[in-house]
């Protein structure tokens, strides 16, 4: 059955500018400003990463420390490591999530271990967010194809789920990381892993590199899934999927969503306008449609 509420989780503070050249505090105030007035409830604002591997979210703990502004929102912040999760812990942020990538090559290449000593590391990190009254989310990144090493076996997928389920994860989710999934792949997968998270809240992360990101988003809400990422104007990308255009845009997530009867609770004017200010702030276009089309005209 098709759900009739779908949260979405906000993603360019973090997922959007991680490859984009760093840009001022006050900058990411503007956009946090311009999403927090779209109406959405949950924002993934940074990352507690080596600032070497990603210095557009060095700043960090200053990002953290404004938070404060923001008291409708609930934030998060993604780590790669149990150090990071205790940083992100000591800055105030204490809804962590853990990516764990499904393919060794990816794995290696983006955190520097293969996906077992990765997975290892869930529990640690759980147990640091939730000794300080948080939560922890594991995505499982590279869930259908690896740059490197082709398409994602499927049991490379729910081993790691089934490994973080048994040490008490609170969400997981599962990450098109590089933009080449389809709906009927996407119907495949969650039919593997629902079984394995039984009660476990679980979603999903598209990226729309090939043009499927939105079909397979709604493939995923046909399949119940009530929970999905999205970035004002399309913002972002993997640094190891080559012309990839970005994550799935907000406002055309919305726009799909609320013209099918599901709601999002996100304005989409407001939506429209935070894409706009996404595309200001990091100095050049984006792909969302609606940023370059708007909404159509209504009766």
């Not at 923001?70 to 205790?86: I, K, M, Q, R, W």
Request: some cysteine; overall charge negative; charged content about 20%.
């Amino acid at each position: 059955m098709i759900p009739d509420k779908v949260e979405i989780r906000e993603v360019a503070l973090r997922d959007g500018l991680q490859i984009e050249q760093p840009i001022p505090l006050r900058a990411k105030l503007e956009l946090l400003t311009a999403v927090a007035a779209t109406g959405v409830r949950e924002v993934e604002v940074t990352s507690f990463v080596s600032p070497t591997k990603v210095p557009a979210l060095a700043d960090a703990a200053a990002l953290a420390a404004e938070l404060w502004r923001y008291p409708d929102l609930e934030f998060s912040a993604l780590v790669a490591s149990p150090g990071g999760a205790a940083r992100a812990v000591a800055a105030g942020l204490t809804s962590i999530e853990y990516v764990v990538c499904a393919s060794d090559s990816f794995s290696s290449a983006n955190v520097g271990r293969p996906t077992a000593d990765a997975a290892a590391a869930i529990g640690d990190i759980a147990g640091i967010a939730h000794d300080a009254g948080g939560s922890i989310e594991v995505i499982i990144a590279t869930a259908w194809d690896c740059p490197f090493d082709g398409p994602t076996p499927a049991r490379r997928v729910t081993d790691i789920a089934e490994s973080a389920v048994a040490v008490g994860i609170d969400r997981l989710a599962i990450a098109d990381t590089i933009g080449t999934a389809t709906p009927r792949r996407v119907t495949d997968l969650l039919a593997a892993v629902r079984p394995i998270v039984g009660a476990t809240p679980l979603g999903a992360h598209f990226h729309n590199t090939r043009g499927a990101g939105l079909a397979c988003a709604y493939a995923a809400v046909q399949a119940g899934i009530t929970r999905l990422d999205a970035s004002a104007g399309g913002l972002g990308g993997c640094p190891f999927a080559p012309g990839a255009t970005g994550n799935i845009a907000t406002e055309d997530l919305v726009y799909l969503l609320g013209d099918c009867g599901i709601d999002t609770g996100i304005d989409l004017e407001a939506a429209i306008a935070a894409a706009g200010v996404a595309s200001s702030v990091v100095g050049h276009g984006l792909p969302s449609a609606l940023l370059a089309a708007g909404d159509r005209k209504r009766n």
